[in-house]
């Protein structure tokens, strides 16, 4: 999912503050450990501090923060068994989804094979943020048609976790390798077989699993 900072205005406040701290979360403007004042920030959002605070604990609640007393809110560093998982859940998620979303409107297919482009391009440049970013608009794209509105909320929390360790680390050498895999689900779809599409997002969620039980993170 994509968020951006639009105009305060179009929604409530606290939501507004919620979505913009948390873009900032995930793309490492704010890095693990940074502090987050109540005070501060409702200077910045000319509001009183009651949106921040329920802005605050919305994003603790999500566990992209943490609240400790006498020392503030802080940016959580989510730990290797909760991003574990998050992919583990990821996994069920995505699996069933894709076979909900067959067959797959043309739109939808063309959005994929924009966003499936995009993440090979990347790939090539060894450049991960935008990688992780279109491999996001990939994988909620499926959950989304999936029509399933709850699948969707879940998965859109889980992506909290997994960005934020995905942002810290740099594995320039494998992103071909995993941008190549999702050809094959691509192509799984447009043969509307949602079956064995689901199964290979699941078997790339597990080895995703594997790699972190070692120590890494792919995106």
Same mark, same amino acid.
């Given at each position: 999912?994509?968020?951006? +900072?639009?105009?305060?205005?179009?929604?409530?406040?606290?939501? @507004?503050?919620?979505?913009?701290?948390?873009?900032?979360?995930?793309?490492?403007?704010?890095?693990?450990?940074?502090?987050?004042?109540?005070?501060?920030?409702?200077?910045?959002? @000319?509001?009183?501090?009651?949106?921040?605070?329920? /802005?605050?604990?919305?994003?603790? &609640?999500?566990? &992209?923060?943490?609240?400790?007393?006498?020392?503030?809110?802080?940016?959580?560093?989510?730990?290797?068994?909760?991003?574990? +998982?998050?992919?583990?859940?990821? &996994?069920?998620? +995505?699996?069933?989804?894709?076979?909900?979303?067959?067959?797959?409107? *043309?739109?939808?297919?063309?959005?994929?094979? @924009?966003?499936?482009?995009?993440? $090979?391009?990347?790939?090539? +440049?060894?450049?991960?943020?935008?990688?992780?970013?279109?491999?996001?608009?990939? $994988?909620?794209?499926?959950?989304?048609?999936?029509?399933?509105?709850?699948?969707? $909320?879940?998965?859109?929390?889980?992506?909290?976790? *997994?960005?934020?360790?995905?942002? /810290?680390?740099?594995?320039?050498?494998?992103?071909?390798?995993?941008?190549?895999?999702?050809? /094959?689900?691509?192509?799984?779809?447009?043969?509307?077989?949602?079956? $064995? &599409?689901?199964?290979?997002?699941?078997?790339?969620?597990?080895?995703?699993?594997?790699?972190?039980?070692?120590?890494?993170?792919?995106?």
């Amino acid at each position: 999912m994509t968020l951006t +900072e639009i105009p305060f205005q179009r929604r409530c406040m606290r939501d @507004q503050i919620r979505d913009t701290l948390l873009q900032r979360i995930l793309r490492g403007i704010y890095p693990a450990g940074h502090r987050l004042i109540e005070l501060d920030l409702a200077d910045e959002f @000319q509001v009183s501090q009651s949106p921040v605070r329920e /802005a605050l604990r919305e994003l603790e &609640a999500m566990g &992209a923060v943490e609240s400790i007393r006498y020392r503030g809110t802080r940016v959580r560093s989510p730990n290797a068994t909760e991003i574990a +998982e998050s992919y583990a859940l990821r &996994a069920i998620l +995505e699996a069933r989804s894709a076979e909900l979303a067959c067959p797959c409107p *043309a739109p939808m297919l063309e959005e994929l094979k @924009q966003a499936l482009g995009e993440m $090979h391009q990347a790939a090539e +440049e060894r450049d991960v943020p935008r990688y992780i970013r279109q491999a996001m608009i990939f $994988h909620r794209r499926i959950v989304e048609q999936s029509g399933n509105r709850l699948f969707l $909320h879940t998965w859109d929390n889980l992506q909290t976790l *997994a960005q934020m360790h995905l942002v /810290a680390h740099r594995l320039m050498d494998t992103l071909p390798i995993y941008a190549s895999a999702h050809d /094959a689900i691509y192509d799984a779809l447009i043969q509307e077989d949602g079956g $064995h &599409a689901g199964k290979l997002l699941r078997q790339l969620m597990e080895l995703l699993v594997t790699q972190l039980s070692d120590g890494d993170v792919l995106p």
